[in-house]
């Protein structure tokens, strides 16, 4: 589990000490910000493991900054050590009302910052795991009642799952991205709980106005989603949201366009429409996979990424071999 530490400190030579110390650790990448402002505005839109901030900046000072980054939800229970003299207490004690977890004093002793930052992210880590426990544990239930909306379908959220997975894997994403695409795969659909059953049980093609409706979906799944702290309910927002967007801006709820759709839907996308090409449906019957390939590459920079596309069609291998055995309710 690669931990992600963030550093704020306006002396350049500090800087590069502690991102040396950092880099040199285990499964450790630091991140180096030389003032307050840039750093909440990185912790914006990144969520780092640890936090390393001077308390003398120029500015906004590192008490300023550990109350900015305590109002902040995804750094709310983030560790935050400051790095202080020894001689200030009252600023300490003011720190860890604000908010933070722990101190170095200076200058740095590295066999100390080592063990403190070290304590630190064991600890960070157990409590990611629990909330990627919670998290697996809400999305397999959530899954099943999309599942029980709509049957047809179980066996089709097991494949896509699997090509995803596949697909995160060919890219080089990484076992943790790869594992949470594997299980946020299967909440691409979970919209569909809210559209009538008219709708979306009828046997034949839908009419434009039924297909409007149907269109929400997306829509709906991401209001489902939204709001969560957790990596793997921020990916399955991502995904509910835009696997229908298509690479060249056509698609829909919102008609993005290029890396614009987040990468997760973009990998969705992909292994959601090889598989229902693939797949009956009470409005047509499964294509032959040689059709289905032919079709995906004509859509090539058009509906798909074309360097998802090419992750996809370098595995097909891997992928034939999930499409072959789960069918006729056989699951591995």
């Known amino acids: 589990m690669k931990m992600t530490?963030?550093?704020v400190d306006d002396n350049p030579a500090n800087l590069m000490v502690l991102h040396h110390l950092v880099g040199r650790m285990d499964n450790c990448e630091p991140v180096t910000?030389?003032?307050?402002?840039?750093?909440l505005t990185w912790c914006t839109d990144n969520t780092p493991d640890l936090i390393l901030t001077d308390y003398m900046m120029?500015?906004?000072?590192?008490?300023?900054?550990?109350?900015?980054?305590?109002?902040?939800?995804?750094i709310r229970d983030i560790p935050i050590i400051m790095v202080t003299t020894s001689d200030m207490k009252a600023v300490r004690q003011s720190a860890l009302e604000s908010g933070a977890t722990d101190f170095l004093a200076k200058p740095v002793d590295p066999?100390?910052?080592r063990a403190r930052i070290q304590n630190l992210l064991q600890l960070r880590r157990a409590q990611r795991q629990l909330h990627d426990m919670a998290a697996q544990d809400l999305v397999i239930?959530?899954?099943h009642v999309a599942e029980s909306r709509d049957p047809e379908t179980g066996l089709h959220i097991e494949r896509m799952a699997y090509y995803a997975r596949i697909i995160a894997t060919q890219l080089?994403?990484?076992?943790e991205i790869e594992e949470r695409i594997f299980l946020a795969a299967p909440m691409h659909d979970i919209g569909k709980v809210a559209i009538p059953d008219h709708i979306l049980l009828k046997p034949g093609k839908l009419t434009p106005e039924e297909f409007d409706v149907m269109k929400t979906h997306p829509t709906?799944?991401?209001k489902f989603l939204q709001g969560s702290e957790l990596p793997l309910l921020r990916m399955a927002y991502d995904i509910a949201q835009g696997h229908h967007e298509k690479f060249d801006g056509t698609g829909y709820p919102q008609g993005l366009c290029g890396e614009a759709i987040p990468l997760a839907a973009r990998i969705v996308a992909v292994a959601d429409v090889f598989d229902a090409l693939t797949s009956a449906r009470p409005y047509k019957p499964a294509w032959e996979v040689s059709r289905a390939l032919d079709f995906m590459e004509s859509q090539r920079g058009l509906h798909f990424d074309p360097q998802?596309?090419?992750a996809f069609l370098a595995s097909l291998e891997e992928i034939l071999d999930v499409h072959n055995r789960l069918q006729d309710g056989y699951v591995p």
Not at 172 to 175: E, K, M, N, S, T
Request: charge should be negative; proline fraction near 7%; avoid cysteine.
């Open 111 to 113: 066999a100390e910052t």
């Open 58 to 74: 120029p500015g906004m000072d590192g008490l300023m900054l550990i109350q900015s980054l305590r109002s902040m939800p995804n």
């Open 172 to 175: 080089g994403l990484g076992p």
């Open 33 to 39: 910000m030389r003032d307050g402002q840039t750093a």
């Open 141 to 143: 239930r959530l899954s």
């Open 220 to 222: 709906l799944g991401a």
């Open 5 to 7: 530490v963030l550093i």
């Open 308 to 310: 998802v596309l090419d």
